[in-house]
């Protein structure tokens, strides 16, 4: 691992890993390639450690001839895959972009991993010392029911939404290409990621930005969704493992070992404000949960077994859900800089109103004021 490109590295998890990187990998040079859509901001990439050791190049991983440049350039031996279309109410309201980015992306990337790494190569195994990681995620599996196993990196694929199916595809093309090419691969599904960088159109930002305003927090059907927690510094020390220490081919599920239902989260992410601002005209917080029409298909309930990556590559999440939440409300409240910057995209502005401005606001259950 030497020259990485990390693709959507102006994102949230990518921008994440790439600090992480830079951090502890003091040989690596990272080229990060972002579109720099409604969700990449350059603002994630501010005071890099090692900025040395990194060059930003805008384009879109769809686009085979700037792959293909950006590859030869930078002699590119890693493909670490972050970038993607991720939001599911997104996919639900205009799925023709994940399917674009998601598949087509993916396909691309292949292609031009596949061919540059033969080509450059003078051994007899032209793909010896180079990978390609694919990042995803657990929504692919489908939804569980309650006394239903967590998902295994063996569990059927059965996406429901949109965006869980362009993930599904993006993820057989992958296998696809290390079983027919012998491109050398690796895959992470992931669960739910929250923490520092984070775009607030997901829930846990959202929920910590509008009760710092006094705005409604609206929380989709009963709010007994679960889904299973994973502090997003503890999932990019799970990819670098997987990257020096996991077996080509295979894949392993990161997730947080924390399924509290998406009510549970709000209220914690309320209590947790009502004690860092005491002086808040809108404590207690939990009196501005709102109850609001669900979501089409919303999957009840996730978890991951991550068995298989704490076997065999020793890895587990450092963070609890209560750890981590301290620091990812203490990480917003210390950045109104960065809240600012990224609340000003005209993107943002207009996807709050279209999603949520026409949901009908419901009275909130006893015991949530």
Not at 136 to 143: A, K, L, P, R
Not at 176 to 194: E, K, R
């Amino acid at each position: 691992m030497h020259n990485v490109l990390v693709t959507g590295g102006a994102g949230f998890i990518g921008s994440n890993f790439i600090r992480y990187l830079l951090q502890v990998e003091p040989e690596v040079f990272v080229v990060n390639l972002d579109a720099l859509t409604y969700a990449g901001s350059l603002e994630n990439l501010k005071d890099l450690p090692a900025p040395e050791r990194y060059v930003f190049e805008q384009g879109d991983i769809c686009s085979r001839p700037l792959v293909d440049e950006l590859m030869r350039k930078y002699q590119i031996d890693t493909v670490v895959h972050f970038a993607a279309e991720s939001h599911v109410d997104r996919s639900i309201l205009g799925p023709e972009q994940f399917i674009q980015t998601n598949i087509v992306g993916t396909f691309t990337l292949l292609e031009s991993a596949k061919q540059y790494w033969a080509e450059s190569s003078s051994s007899p195994n032209p793909y010896q010392g180079v990978r390609f990681h694919h990042v995803s995620t657990d929504e692919v599996f489908g939804s569980l029911e309650p006394d239903d196993p967590p998902f295994s990196e063996t569990t059927p694929y059965a996406p429901n939404s949109p965006y869980s199916a362009s993930k599904a595809a993006s993820d057989h093309l992958v296998r696809a290409y290390a079983h027919t090419y012998g491109l050398p691969v690796t895959i992470t599904n992931c669960s739910n990621n929250y923490g520092p960088y984070q775009f607030p159109e997901k829930l846990i930002p959202l929920m910590i930005l509008n009760a710092l305003e006094g705005k409604p927090l609206p929380v989709y059907g009963d709010g007994q969704q679960i889904r299973d927690w994973l502090f997003v510094q503890d999932h990019c020390e799970a990819i670098w493992m997987v990257l020096r220490k996991g077996k080509v081919g295979e894949t392993y599920n990161i997730g947080g070992d924390n399924q509290p239902t998406n009510l549970t989260v709000v209220q914690t992410i309320c209590d947790i404000l009502d004690e860092f601002v005491p002086d808040s005209p809108h404590t207690p917080h939990r009196s501005l949960i709102r109850y609001v029409t669900d979501r089409p298909g919303h999957d009840r309930r996730y978890a991951m077994d991550i068995t298989k990556i704490r076997q065999e590559l020793g890895w587990q999440p450092r963070h609890s859900m209560s750890e981590g939440l301290v620091k990812t409300v203490r990480w917003y409240l210390d950045n109104p800089e960065w809240v600012e910057a990224i609340r000003k995209q005209q993107d943002f502005q207009k996807w709050v109103s279209q999603n949520y401005g026409e949901r009908r606001y419901e009275t909130p259950q006893e015991g949530n004021r």
